[in-house]
């Protein structure tokens, strides 16, 4: 089945960085666009970063220039580079589809803050 294993959260101060990483198994990774998304206590999950099966990138506006989306065919993985972190990127992070899949991992969790 479909699955998707975040990994790499955690808490760092202003201004630091984080690399999330995700595996994913249960798809043809190589022809699928991939996103990240976050989701804020008490706000809608949204999309952050995506990633065609061809390699072009797009990115929310409010992450754009410090967040970096990649994908490794070979290992079924997709990452997301994260500089100059805010208090305001604080959420669970998630992988999946572009066009998402019903199921979504267990996500990882990316706290900013002194």
């Known amino acids: 089945q479909v699955q998707f294993v975040e990994s790499g959260g955690g808490l760092v101060q202003p201004g630091g960085s984080l690399r999330l990483s995700c595996a994913a198994s249960?798809?043809?990774?190589?022809?699928?666009?991939m996103g990240w998304y976050r989701q804020a206590p008490g706000k809608q999950r949204e999309l952050v970063a995506t990633?065609?099966?061809?390699?072009?990138?797009n990115y929310l506006d409010s992450v754009k220039g410090r967040f970096t989306i990649s994908r490794d065919n070979a290992k079924n993985t997709v990452y997301l580079q994260m500089n100059s972190l805010k208090p305001e990127d604080t959420a669970l992070y998630y992988c999946?589809?572009?066009?998402?899949?019903?199921?979504w991992g267990q996500g990882t969790q990316v706290t900013v803050s002194s």
């Open positions: 999946n589809m572009r066009t998402p899949a019903p199921s």
């Open positions: 249960g798809i043809i990774f190589r022809f699928s666009a």
């Open positions: 990633i065609t099966a061809g390699g072009s990138t």
